[in-house]
């Protein structure tokens, strides 16, 4: 099952311990995230697969990642959201952002 989150409902999911998947690049993500998000690169979603459990929200920069990977996730049998507008989205919001610079990213 996949369902469209928005902003001001990503905290009802938390509450209901959903991991927060970040599938963009450690690079994109090291410059700002979601706080308590986990990044994993979409790239390497497949293999990681055995490692998830539901409920999970998908984030990416603008929404379109996101999508790619809640569907796979829904047809491998997760119950998954997709954050619209993804990080841009959160931010325009007022929500505030993470960031975890260091030996993999230069935050300027």
């Given at each position: 099952m996949m369902q469209d989150i928005f902003p001001t409902e990503l905290s009802l999911w938390q509450k209901r311990g959903a991991l927060l998947l970040d599938v963009r690049s450690p690079e994109e993500y090291a410059l700002g995230h979601i706080p308590g998000s986990r990044n994993?690169?979409?790239?390497?979603?497949?293999?990681?697969?055995?490692?998830?459990?539901?409920?999970?929200?998908t984030i990416c920069a603008t929404g379109s990642r996101a999508s790619l990977a809640a569907e796979v996730l829904a047809y491998e049998g997760f119950e998954v959201g997709r954050l619209m507008g993804g990080v841009q989205g959160y931010t325009a919001q007022g929500y505030p952002l993470e960031r975890t610079c260091g030996k993999e990213a230069q935050c300027s």
């Open positions: 994993l690169p979409l790239e390497r979603l497949l293999e990681h697969l055995g490692e998830l459990k539901s409920p999970i929200v």
